[in-house]
């Protein structure tokens, strides 16, 4: 299961995630997201992934065209989900 938290300021928004990004709640994830694009006003969106215990394919799938997209995912590794490859710059710590 999937929690989406939702956290706007004047600065962007974070959708801090918790639980299981599986296949599919990747389709959850994506609504929020594009509605997210429409409403935000060009301000930046955050992904906050600190709380998520695995990515399924579809899901990483998704964060990556987020990513391509101007999303800050942000995920500081989990010991339960598969780690990224070193040197992996997809991945943005903080």
């Known amino acids: 299961m999937l ?11 974070t959708l801090k995630l918790t639980g299981a990004l599986c296949d599919s ?5 994506e609504s929020c997201w594009q509605t997210l694009k429409a409403t935000a006003g060009g301000r930046p969106i955050c992904v ?3 709380d998520v ?3 399924g394919g579809a ?4 964060l990556d065209r987020m990513r391509k997209d101007g999303v ?3 995920d500081t590794g ?3 989900r598969r780690p990224h490859a070193p040197g992996d710059d997809r991945r943005a710590d903080g």
């Open 48 to 50: 906050n992934l600190n």
């Open 25 to 29: 709640s990747a389709d959850q994830l």
């Open 59 to 62: 899901a990483e799938e998704l």
């Open 78 to 80: 989990h010991p339960v």
């Open 72 to 74: 800050i995912v942000v």
């Open 53 to 55: 215990l695995q990515v």
């Open 3 to 13: 929690r989406i938290s939702v956290f706007s300021s004047a600065s962007g928004t």
